[in-house]
């Protein structure tokens, strides 16, 4: 058969964190390569401290918006145990993105669950390609924690094959004018930190 | 021109194509953004948050008989309050298209049950359109206004969670406009289902039935996809989208206008495949038909009715129908140890001060549907049951009547207080209750993203309008001890509650404050722990505020999430909570 199997991407965070931007960059990068695209994302309590999951998919035609486990190219995660639990969707072979970044579910904080604290073993321990970089450090050089997703969204650019430029024209379409150089910035921070993440 | 629209912003897209002019609704995951963006059509399609469903599937048929083409937008269990309307609009017909675009949440992400909305199609005997992505959602509505108009019926068009929540590209078309003029033409055996003409109206619906299941054998919405024949699948909705990725070899059946069932398609689509599966999600609703038809199927049998389907789901109904091992597991990051994020109050929340101030109180407390269903989790553990819209009031009724030993309290939110608590509290004042009812008052409808309502004074449309009052409406319910209360003051709002516990008659408690989310301001300046005068004592956790962290040797509060509420101030034993920065 010759069906080309559509590319999925998973990102996952919590809420507040631009979890839901950049998978409409993605979207549109792979729109403006010529892809048919579906997304999908879980809405409803985001914004009252839950996980959050979003998801693209392209290719030349696509069905499910949802990823099969198993089978997608990238997972990016804003969170470290958010990576962890949504590793299900990943190929094996698939690329990890994660940021350092800890947000403490309201069952830890209030001491009542404990945040694992070999996590950064864990995470090296699951995932065979991981890229585990301090996008919050990194978007904070760049000018604003804010584009901590941006950053994300620049490393996990290293794992799909959409060319550099429509990843820029993606970014500018779906930011506000006045933020999109930082957001370019915050782009080709992440998208370096990655090519000299994953050659160390 | 395509855009990439999620099936909510698809469906408000086709009712203006369609040439629409009113559009009417209540809030509810995942149907929300269907009102919203049809607002952005104003002064093309009058659009307006009804009270509640009932209310809009009436306002809208109204404007239907006077010729309007219009769609109702609703939740799943939006479509039990509308239901009574719609049984009898089914026999009334319409003279103008009416849509009611109803969004079912199979999996249950964000809903007190998975009831399947296909059930009203055939209970109410109106046809059922099914849209499998973004275009099918914009384009299904236009033609379910064409079947309304042409049919004299309502149509129900259902999504769900994925279909409403994923975004797909969209060709764009032009507005169509209104075919006829809105006027109203007086015609009483038509609309009157008084008994003499009711059942004429009876008779109708069965013979329009008839040729609607006609109208659905020649739909371009129901399709066969003739591939390799070993195995025929007939689905609909987003099942579709997860078959075609599973079984890409199966041919397929599609329907998309799947009510009343278009038999000749379906037997013809038997006779040409060797084995027959069905793929539905929720209840076996199809798959109990076609056997009825006579046709041995797969179905239940291999594929989940509990939950939602997802590829991954499928592939393991794959396996199953093969005989085959299911498929190989993916990558495990989460051993079962990992820490469960459950949604919680946001910090700042007005909820919380009420809920610590009930912690204090041994009483039932019936709650109802909200962020603050939130009140259920520990720490704050301070909801006991949870029914529907509106039970929040009546229920505290029946357990003070059955004759429990606590007093009851009930809570509701404003937002749900207009939708269906009123009547609640015109019962415990007239058949002489004391349950203390509690309306968390934070100016909005905020779970489902902060929609108007009766009390916010602005309409959808963006005018401002009458705000009005719940505690003006409790004292015209007959209740005389009626008290409103700033949550964030403990003190107060642990005594006025007290009072309204202990009373021996209705009692409303308003508790005023705007949600914490939607306010641009903190609501006071940020609280910070003295590390010397903590005792770790743990008392603020029992707030359950996401901007406390126990720290191993006492309590932090991050100056980040901290919105100044200063309820941990409050209940610090050792006043060791201040305000950042303060001598």
Same mark, same amino acid.
């Given at each position: ?200 | ?336 140890? #990992? ?208 901007? #406390? ?35």
């Amino acid at each position: 058969m010759s069906r080309v199997a559509p590319v999925s991407v998973v990102l996952a965070g919590v809420g507040g964190q631009g979890i839901v931007l950049a998978s409409t960059i993605v979207a549109r990068a792979a729109i403006l390569a010529g892809f048919q695209v579906k997304t999908n994302e879980v809405h409803g309590m985001a914004q009252r401290g839950g996980s959050v999951i979003a998801q693209v998919r392209y290719g030349p035609e696509v069905h499910s918006p949802l990823v099969s486990e198993g089978t997608a190219c990238v997972l990016a995660s804003l969170e470290q145990i958010e990576a962890l639990r949504n590793a299900n969707y990943l190929a094996p072979e698939g690329l990890a993105v994660v940021s350092r970044q800890r947000a403490l579910p309201a069952t830890v904080s209030a001491g009542r669950a404990v945040y694992p604290a070999d996590v950064e073993a864990r995470l090296r321990r699951t995932f065979n390609r991981l890229i585990y970089l301090d996008a919050e450090g990194m978007a904070v050089r760049c000018g604003s924690v804010r584009v901590a997703n941006v950053v994300v969204l620049g490393a996990l650019s290293t794992g799909l094959d959409l060319p550099a430029d429509t990843w820029h024209a993606a970014v500018s379409s779906c930011v506000p004018e006045k933020y999109r150089e930082l957001n370019i910035r915050a782009f080709q921070a992440g998208r370096e930190g990655a090519t000299s993440a994953a050659s160390s | 021109m395509s855009e990439l629209l999620s099936g909510n912003q698809a469906v408000a897209r086709g009712a203006y194509e369609a040439g629409a002019t009113v559009a009417t609704g209540y809030p509810g995951t995942p149907s929300t953004e269907i009102l919203e963006e049809a607002a952005r059509f104003k002064p093309e399609i009058y659009c307006e948050w009804s009270p509640n469903e009932k209310v809009a599937l009436e306002v809208a048929a109204g404007a239907a008989l006077a010729g309007a083409r219009c769609i109702v937008t609703m939740k799943h269990v939006g479509l039990n309050v509308a239901s009574d309307p719609l049984m009898t609009l089914s026999y009334l017909g319409v003279e103008g298209g009416l849509v009611v675009c109803v969004a079912d949440d199979p999996g249950m992400h964000s809903s007190q049950n998975e009831q399947d909305t296909r059930h009203y199609a055939r209970l109410a005997k109106v046809p059922l359109f099914e849209p499998a992505d973004s275009q099918e959602a914009k384009d299904f509505v236009g033609a379910a206004l064409d079947v309304s108009e042409s049919f004299r019926t309502p149509v129900i068009l259902r999504s769900t969670t994925r279909v409403s929540h994923s975004r797909s590209l969209v060709a764009l078309g032009e507005r169509r406009a209104l075919p006829r003029a809105v006027a109203f033409q007086k015609n009483p055996a038509r609309y009157v289902p008084i008994p003499l003409w009711g059942r004429v109206m009876r008779t109708e619906v069965e013979e329009r039935l008839g040729r609607l299941a006609e109208a659905a054998e020649r739909s371009p919405a129901n399709r066969i996809e003739w591939r390799d024949r070993e195995l025929g699948i007939i689905t609909a909705s987003i099942a579709y989208q997860y078959v075609r990725e599973v079984w890409p070899e199966a041919s397929v059946l599609k329907l998309g206008f799947s009510y009343p069932f278009p038999d000749g398609l379906i037997r013809q689509f038997a006779a040409g495949a060797r084995r027959l599966l069905i793929v539905e999600e929720l209840d076996a609703i199809l798959e109990e038909h076609v056997r009825s038809l006579g046709l041995a199927c797969h179905g239940r049998d291999v594929v989940p009715g509990v939950g939602e389907l997802s590829p991954t789901v499928l592939l393991a109904a794959r396996a199953r129908l093969e005989g085959k091992p299911a498929p190989r597991t993916a990558l495990r990051g989460d051993p079962g140890d #990992l820490p469960v994020r459950p949604p919680v109050l946001c910090p700042g929340c007005p909820h919380r001060g009420i809920f610590y101030a009930l912690g204090r109180q041994d009483v039932i407390v019936t709650g109802d549907i909200g962020c603050y269903s939130l009140g259920v989790f520990k720490p704050l553990d301070r909801v006991d049951t949870i029914l529907c819209m509106g039970a929040g009031v009546s229920m505290a009724q029946g357990f003070e009547k059955a004759g429990v030993r606590q007093k009851v309290v009930g809570i509701i939110g404003d937002s749900t207080f207009f939708h269906s608590g009123i009547t609640g509290l015109l019962d415990i004042v007239y058949n002489k209750g004391t349950a203390a009812i509690i309306v968390m008052d934070n100016r909005t409808t905020a779970m489902t993203g902060h929609q108007d309502h009766p009390g916010t004074g602005r309409t959808l449309m963006g005018e401002p309008t009458a705000a009005l009052s719940i505690a003006e409406i409790g004292r015209a319910c007959g209740v005389r001890r009626v008290h409103e209360v700033n949550p964030y003051d403990l003190e107060t709002t642990q005594r006025v509650l007290a009072e309204a516990i202990q009373a021996n008659e209705p009692a409303l408690v308003v508790s005023v404050a705007p949600c914490a989310l939607a306010r641009r301001t903190p609501v006071g300046p940020a609280r910070e722990v003295s590390a010397e005068a903590c005792v770790d004592c743990g008392q603020c956790l029992g707030l359950g505020c996401p901007a #406390l962290e126990a720290a191993g040797d006492g309590v932090r509060i991050s100056e980040l999430l901290c919105r100044g509420c200063g309820l941990c101030e409050q209940v610090c034993p050792v006043g060791a909570i201040a305000a950042r920065g303060a001598p």
